[in-house]
């Protein structure tokens, strides 16, 4: 009997480990999806660049290029986050599931 609750104890430690680790990979789902709507924002904001600002001079110019500066630099801090932030949690979901393999 006391073998048997805890068998019982260490299943519901594995199906908790397991739910976090599916939560988990829903919000990486997430960061994913953030980071495909950024790169899509990207592509639309270098398509209009490309195609608008090339006749721009003097001080609206100088503006403007300070501006995509500005905004170079924010999309690669983005960038670095998303990987940071990927890899995080790709390194919890692997030891939530090894704890509750370890479980069995």
């Known amino acids: 009997m006391l073998n048997e609750l805890e068998e019982f104890k260490r299943y519901l430690e594995r199906m908790k ?3 976090e680790a599916e939560a988990l990979e829903a919000y990486l789902g997430k960061v994913r999806e953030a980071r495909f709507d950024i790169d899509d924002s990207k592509r639309v904001f270098d398509h209009h660049h490309s195609t608008y ?7 609206a110019r100088e ?3 300070s501006l995509i500066g500005e ?10 986050v998303h990987e ?4 995080a949690i790709n390194e919890e979901i ?7 393999e370890g479980l069995k």
């Not at 905004?71 to 670095?80: D, F, G, M």
């Not at 940071?84 to 890899?87: D, F, G, K, N, Q």
């Not at 692997?94 to 509750?100: E, I, M």
């Open 53 to 59: 600002s090339s006749n721009w001079v003097g001080e």
């Open 94 to 100: 692997d030891r939530l599931l090894q704890k509750a």
């Open 17 to 19: 480990y397991r739910a």
């Open 71 to 80: 905004l170079e630099h924010a999309t690669q801090s983005v960038y670095a």
């Open 84 to 87: 940071e932030l990927t890899s």
């Open 63 to 65: 503006a403007y290029e």
